[in-house]
C-alpha cells in the first residue's frame, strides 16, 4: 500500500501538480513575475541602449560590467524582490545559477532544444521554501545581443569581445544566434 501510494504521489508531482501553489496563487505569481521582468528588462536595455548610441559596444560592455548589478539590485528594492538574470553559460561570475536555478535551466533548455524553437517556453512560477520563484527564459531577441553575445568574427563585434576579454576572463556566454535561448531571469519574493 506505501507503495502505491508513493507511486501516486510522483505521478500526481510529474503531472505537474508540484509546484506548490494553488492555480490562483500560480496565477498571481505568473502575472506579477511577468510585471517585475518587464520592468527590469526596460530599465536595463534602456540603459544598455543609452551607452550603445554614446559610445558603442565597447563602451557599452564597460557600462554594462559597472552598473548592470546595481541596477538590478536597485530594481530589486523597488520590487520587493530579489531579481536575477543568470543562464548555464554565463558572462558574469555573479549570474551564476544556483542549484535551484541550474535545473530550472536545464528543463527549460531540454525543451527548447527537443520541441519549442519557435514557439518559445513558457514563464514557470513555484514556491521556494517560504518563497514564490519565477522563472522566464531570455532570448537572443534582436541583432543587437549579438554584437556582444554572438559568434567571433561574425556577429559579434571585434571591440566588445576585447573589452568583454578583458572585463570576464571566464566569458562563456558568445557564440549564440538570433532566436536562441540565453538565459532567464530567477525572481524570488516572500509568499
Ligand atoms: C554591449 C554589449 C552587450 C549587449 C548588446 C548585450 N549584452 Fe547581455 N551582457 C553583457 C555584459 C557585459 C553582461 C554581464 C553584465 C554584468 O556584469 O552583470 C551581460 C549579461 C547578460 C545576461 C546575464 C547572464 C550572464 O551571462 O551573465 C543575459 C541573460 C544577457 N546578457 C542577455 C542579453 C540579451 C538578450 C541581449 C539583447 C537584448 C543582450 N544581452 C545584449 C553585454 C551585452
Not at 532570448?139 to 571591440?159: M, R, W
Amino acid at each position: 500500500m506505501k507503495r502505491v501510494m508513493g507511486f501516486v504521489t510522483l505521478v500526481a508531482l510529474v503531472a505537474g501538480c508540484g509546484t506548490g501553489l494553488s492555480e490562483l496563487e500560480q496565477k498571481a505569481a505568473l502575472e506579477q513575475g511577468a510585471v517585475i521582468s518587464d520592468a527590469s528588462f526596460q530599465g536595463l536595455s534602456a540603459r544598455l541602449q543609452k551607452a550603445m548610441n554614446e559610445g558603442g559596444p565597447a563602451h557599452a560592455v564597460e557600462f554594462c560590467s559597472l552598473n548592470a548589478m546595481a541596477i538590478v539590485d536597485s530594481l530589486s528594492a523597488v520590487h520587493g524582490a530579489r531579481i536575477r538574470r543568470t543562464s548555464d553559460r554565463v558572462r558574469s561570475p555573479h549570474d551564476k545559477p544556483d542549484d535551484e536555478e541550474a535545473n530550472m535551466m536545464h528543463a527549460m533548455l531540454t525543451e527548447w532544444e527537443v520541441d519549442q524553437p519557435e514557439k518559445g517556453i513558457q514563464a514557470r512560477a513555484v514556491t521556494y521554501g517560504d518563497s514564490i520563484a519565477y522563472y522566464r527564459p531570455i532570448f537572443i531577441s534582436s541583432p543587437a545581443c549579438l554584437k556582444c553575445h554572438g559568434v567571433k568574427s561574425e556577429t559579434a563585434d571585434a571591440s566588445a569581445l576585447d573589452a568583454i576579454a578583458a572585463r570576464y576572463p571566464g566569458d562563456e556566454a558568445t557564440g549564440y544566434q538570433l532566436g536562441e535561448l540565453r538565459g532567464m531571469w530567477s525572481i524570488r519574493w516572500a509568499r
